[in-house]
């Protein structure tokens, strides 16, 4: 979240560029350096929003980085600079009181999601999983209730039925900081609080924060729920299934995909990273678990019949590949897909 949150700054410190502009950043709040990467772990590392205001030619004294927003000396700081408006996107802290008191324009906040639908952590990857067909992004003031605030502005998005959360992500934030800049000059004739339209409650869902435990992938539900949750949960923490890789003539149990003694098989899990609903003639085994394959992909037939292709994915200790990739690998054994040890865990 933090990379779309760059990006949203870089487009307006060049909105701010522009000759006609009202408008200038005079700094960049962000979260403080975090231990990020393999190699280390143990060092802080600077998030990509402060990257990317060092690299625009903020000085240091105008990058706040703040453990917390409600911190005196950083709320003291604020103050000195006398920001005329606020604005967030992706910053992941409540902001308390004593922030939203600062600006006399009051605090914007860009959301990708057409509120009050999914409010929370993930309204992209939530509203994927749960394939809807249209999303958008929403201007919002900030209040003390989480995504809760009037909504100044609003632009719908179709979603196509393949695309990821994460180029979602940055589409929708892309849109969304384009709708903030050509909504200023309303804030700016301090109309913006009086044409900003409250939230329906009775409308309200929320998206929560993507788990590492959701993310098994079940084949006993339908190809496109699995489909869904693959696209929603890309990037973190993706999708994984486990499958039973068994030696030619080796003998599987069809219908519930588990076996025993030597020719039972190697268990193996992959992420499966990218995928597309098939139609049901393309999967073409002869045991229900079975995983056939072509160069198209490999086809997976789900307990209701539905047929998931797997178009990319990612084994042990390798990257991603081509799912037919992984096929030549394979050399001639066959491979079942293994029920989810515990049911999928719905969204809430």
């Given at each position: 979240?933090?990379?779309?949150a760059a990006l949203?700054?870089?487009?307006?410190?060049a909105a701010?560029a522009?000759?006609?502009?009202?408008?200038?950043?005079?700094a960049?709040v962000t979260?403080?350096?975090?231990?990020t990467g393999r190699?280390?772990?143990?060092?802080?590392?600077?998030?990509?929003?402060?990257?990317?205001?060092?690299?625009?030619?903020l000085?240091?004294?105008?990058?706040?980085?703040?453990e917390r927003p409600?911190e005196?000396?950083f709320?003291?700081?604020?103050?000195?600079?006398s920001?005329?408006?606020?604005v967030t996107a992706?910053?992941?802290n409540?902001?308390?009181?004593?922030?939203?008191?600062?600006?006399?324009?009051?605090?914007l906040?860009?959301?990708p999601s057409?509120l009050?639908a999914?409010?929370?952590?993930?309204p992209?990857?939530?509203s994927?999983?749960d394939?809807?067909?249209?999303?958008?992004?929403?201007v919002?003031?900030?209040?003390k209730?989480?995504?809760?605030?009037?909504?100044?502005a609003?632009q719908?998005v179709?979603?196509?039925p393949?695309?990821?959360?994460?180029?979602?992500?940055?589409?929708?934030?892309?849109?969304?900081?384009d709708?903030l800049?050509?909504?200023?000059?309303?804030?700016?004739?301090?109309m913006?609080a009086?044409a900003?339209?409250?939230?329906?409650e009775a409308?309200?869902?929320?998206?929560a924060?993507?788990?590492?435990?959701?993310?098994?992938?079940?084949?006993?539900?339908?190809?496109?729920?699995?489909?869904?949750k693959?696209r929603g949960?890309a990037?973190?923490?993706?999708t994984f299934a486990?499958f039973?890789?068994?030696?030619a003539?080796?003998?599987?149990?069809?219908?519930s995909g588990s076996s025993?003694?030597?020719?039972?098989?190697?268990?193996?899990?992959l992420?499966i990273?990218?995928?597309?609903v098939a139609?049901?003639?393309a999967?073409t085994?002869g045991?229900e678990?079975?995983?056939?394959?072509?160069?198209?992909?490999?086809f997976i037939?789900c307990a209701?019949g539905?047929?998931?292709q797997?178009?990319?994915l990612?084994?042990?200790?390798?990257?991603?590949?081509?799912?037919?990739?992984?096929l030549n690998?394979l050399?001639?054994r066959t491979?079942?897909?293994?029920?989810?040890?515990?049911p999928a865990v719905?969204?809430?």
């Amino acid at each position: 979240m933090l990379a779309v949150a760059a990006l949203v700054l870089k487009r307006l410190l060049a909105a701010a560029a522009a000759p006609d502009a009202s408008f200038e950043v005079a700094a960049v709040v962000t979260q403080p350096p975090r231990p990020t990467g393999r190699g280390n772990r143990k060092v802080p590392q600077p998030s990509p929003v402060e990257v990317a205001a060092a690299a625009a030619g903020l000085p240091a004294e105008r990058i706040l980085a703040p453990e917390r927003p409600g911190e005196a000396p950083f709320l003291a700081a604020l103050r000195d600079l006398s920001p005329d408006l606020c604005v967030t996107a992706a910053y992941g802290n409540y902001l308390p009181s004593s922030f939203l008191a600062i600006p006399p324009h009051g605090t914007l906040n860009i959301h990708p999601s057409l509120l009050p639908a999914y409010r929370g952590a993930a309204p992209v990857q939530r509203s994927l999983q749960d394939g809807v067909a249209v999303t958008g992004v929403t201007v919002l003031y900030t209040v003390k209730a989480m995504d809760a605030g009037p909504v100044l502005a609003q632009q719908k998005v179709p979603v196509d039925p393949d695309v990821q959360a994460p180029q979602l992500l940055e589409q929708l934030f892309e849109l969304g900081t384009d709708l903030l800049v050509n909504n200023l000059e309303v804030v700016w004739a301090g109309m913006g609080a009086l044409a900003a339209q409250p939230q329906d409650e009775a409308a309200a869902t929320h998206a929560a924060k993507l788990q590492r435990e959701e993310a098994t992938l079940d084949f006993c539900q339908p190809a496109l729920v699995c489909h869904n949750k693959v696209r929603g949960f890309a990037g973190w923490p993706g999708t994984f299934a486990t499958f039973r890789q068994q030696a030619a003539g080796g003998e599987a149990n069809g219908s519930s995909g588990s076996s025993s003694g030597s020719d039972s098989g190697e268990l193996v899990e992959l992420k499966i990273v990218r995928t597309r609903v098939a139609e049901p003639a393309a999967w073409t085994g002869g045991s229900e678990q079975e995983v056939t394959a072509t160069k198209e992909g490999l086809f997976i037939r789900c307990a209701d019949g539905s047929v998931l292709q797997v178009l990319e994915l990612q084994a042990p200790g390798k990257r991603v590949m081509a799912a037919r990739d992984f096929l030549n690998g394979l050399k001639g054994r066959t491979l079942l897909w293994e029920p989810a040890a515990q049911p999928a865990v719905a969204a809430a």
